[in-house]
C-alpha cells in the first residue's frame, strides 16, 4: 500500500475558525491532490500540487487555500469554516501527471 | 467537460454472482483507472487501465478507448465486494481525474 497518512481523521469545529488538514506520504511522488466527497457529488478536486511550492486549483477551490513546502506534505487549509465545508476530505498521490492516483484514509470534518 | 456515466446506478446480487460494471466517456482520455470505496469509505485502487484488458484475481478490466467505455467484471462475487465502484478517467489536457457517479453494489450473503 502507498504510503499515505492523513491527519487528523475526525475533527468537529465550529463555524467561522481556521482548519488545517494534513497529507503526509512517504513514497517521494511528485503529485498530490485534495479532493472531497460529498453525498451525491461523488469527488471533486479542491487543488492540487504538482511540485514543492507549485499548486493550482481545481474545480471547488474557493474557500480553501494550500501549501506545500516538502516534497512530503501537503496541507489544506481553511480559512474561515463554513457548514458548507462539511465533508469527506481525501489526499491523493501520485508519480506522473495523469498517473495513477493512491488515496489516503480521509479526514472527516463537521463544521457545526 | 468530459462526461463520465457509471451504469447501472446501483446492483444488488448474491453472493457468487457474477457483474458487469460499465463506464461511458464522453471524449477523448489519457488514462482510466477503477477504484472501489468500501463501506468504511476507504478508496482502493483497482486497475489503472487505459487500454486493453488486466485481470487481478476475480476482477479484470477492459477499455476500449476508441469507442469511449470501459468495463470492470467481477466474477464470484463475495460479501467483502460491497461498496461503490468508480471510474476515473483522465483528460488529455490536464491530466486530472474526471470522476464518474459510481456504482453502488451490495452482495447479499
Known amino acids: 500500500d502507498a504510503g499515505i497518512t492523513q491527519s487528523p481523521r475526525h475533527k468537529v469545529t465550529e463555524t467561522g475558525t481556521p482548519v488545517t488538514l494534513r497529507c503526509h506520504q512517504t513514497?517521494?511522488?511528485?503529485?498530490m491532490y485534495w479532493y472531497r466527497q460529498d453525498p451525491g457529488h461523488g469527488l471533486r478536486l479542491i487543488h492540487y500540487s504538482y511540485g514543492v511550492k507549485d499548486t493550482d486549483k481545481g474545480e471547488v477551490s474557493d474557500g480553501y487555500s494550500v501549501s506545500r513546502s516538502k516534497t512530503e506534505d501537503f496541507l489544506l487549509t481553511l480559512e474561515s469554516a463554513t457548514s458548507s465545508q462539511t465533508s469527506v476530505y481525501f489526499c491523493?498521490?501520485?508519480?506522473?501527471?495523469?498517473?495513477?492516483?493512491?488515496f489516503g484514509p480521509g479526514t472527516r470534518l463537521t463544521v457545526l | 467537460g468530459i462526461q463520465v456515466e457509471q451504469s447501472p446506478p446501483d446492483l444488488i446480487l448474491q453472493e457468487g454472482a457474477n457483474s458487469t460494471l460499465r463506464c461511458n466517456f464522453s471524449?477523448?482520455?489519457?488514462?482510466l483507472q477503477w477504484f472501489h470505496q468500501n463501506p468504511w469509505g476507504q478508496l482502493i485502487n483497482l486497475f489503472y487501465?487505459?487500454?486493453?484488458?488486466k485481470q487481478n484475481g476475480r476482477l479484470s478490466a477492459t477499455t476500449v478507448a476508441t469507442e469511449r467505455y470501459s468495463l470492470l467484471y467481477i466474477s464470484s462475487s463475495q460479501t467483502t465486494d460491497s461498496g461503490v465502484y468508480f471510474c476515473a478517467p483522465t483528460m488529455d489536457s490536464n491530466y486530472q481525474l474526471i470522476w464518474g457517479a459510481g456504482t453502488k453494489l451490495i452482495i447479499k450473503p
Open positions: 487501465i487505459p487500454s486493453g484488458t
Open positions: 471524449d477523448s482520455v489519457n488514462n
Open positions: 513514497e517521494n511522488h511528485r503529485y
Open positions: 491523493a498521490i501520485s508519480g506522473l501527471a495523469g498517473g495513477e492516483q493512491f
